[in-house]
């Protein structure tokens, strides 16, 4: 719903009640600042009751306010350029202490998605993965450091993945050419949602792939093509995203594998360190 979320408020207008449609107005001209206001907040701004707020959303589909909130918030991310993203982030920081906001923030984000994480979707991914003929990977811009580390841990794991890396559209699709039933895509994408990654993602769907979708809602473009949905909030921390959700996701799906091939991934670790001994790769001399 969020990128016909606007849209769909101009169109119910004249159904709205007096005070809906002061709600209404607000948020059409300032969602910016209406997507981080509690439903007190907003009521008092715009002048009416609280409860009056929370059957505007209702009205318009959500379950309540805070369903509402999130998903004007997702909007106001993909339309704010980074400069305003900026701006909205240092209003909501303030003058505090940056290093305990951020990292409070950060702490609640994982609480918040262990909360919404759906089990029995994060264990069939698990289990797609492991079955899976070839494992595709794909995330661009800051996705792309996401997709890496899922990359590099999945590759000690299982000899069949592959990271695709693209600099244009045309460059994604030949990579993406050679997918078959039987493999799995493990999309990645957080506001501002790439087009690259939603079209891939279609394309991969027509083929017959299986996908697994790591991204931030319900909402998301990618997520109604996925098979499995793993849902992470993220939010903005400036003109950058907060992605230690999504990570944390990631670094669970990588334990959970590594404990369903214990017994592969253990012989190729100690070769691994045979090589990594031999080369002398690490330092082990200490501080």
């Known amino acids: 719903m969020n990128g016909d979320l606007l849209k769909l408020i101009e169109e119910k207008m004249p159904s709205f009640s007096k005070g809906q449609r002061r709600i209404a107005t607000y948020i059409l001209e300032q969602y910016d ?7 007190s907040k907003l009521s008092e701004i715009v002048g009416v009751s609280e409860s009056t707020v929370v059957r505007f959303a209702i009205e318009l589909g959500f379950e309540g306010y805070p369903d509402f909130q999130h998903s004007l918030q997702t909007l106001m991310r993909n339309r704010l350029t980074s400069f305003q993203r900026m701006e909205v982030s240092n209003q909501l920081i303030g003058e505090g202490n940056v290093l305990e906001k951020v990292l409070f923030s950060d702490a609640e984000r994982i609480r918040h998605t262990l909360e919404i994480t ?13 079955n899976a003929e070839n494992i595709y990977i794909v995330g661009v811009r800051s996705s792309s450091y996401l997709a890496g580390f899922l990359n590099y841990y999945l590759r000690m794991i299982f000899d069949r993945v592959k990271l695709l890396q693209s ?38 769907k027509g083929r017959g792939a299986d996908i697994i979708a790591i991204t931030d809602s319900s909402q998301s473009p990618i997520a109604s093509a996925a098979d499995q949905l793993l849902v992470a909030q993220s939010d903005m921390a400036s003109f950058v995203d907060s992605l230690v959700a999504p ?9 959970a594998l590594s404990r369903r091939k214990q017994e592969d991934l253990d012989r190729r670790l100690r070769e691994l360190e045979d090589v990594w001994d031999r080369y002398d790769v690490y330092d082990k001399k200490g501080n």
């Open 33 to 39: 600042k209406a997507a981080y206001m509690t439903a």
């Open 118 to 130: 759906n089990r029995v979707s994060f264990d069939q991914a698990i289990d797609q993965i492991v």
């Open 167 to 204: 600099t244009s559209g045309s460059e994604l699709f030949e990579q993406l050419l050679p997918i078959r039933r039987g493999d799995v895509v493990i999309a990645i994408s957080f506001p501002r949602y790439s087009k690259s990654v939603v079209h891939g993602v279609e394309f991969v």
């Open 247 to 255: 990570m944390s996701i990631i670094n669970a799906m990588i334990v």
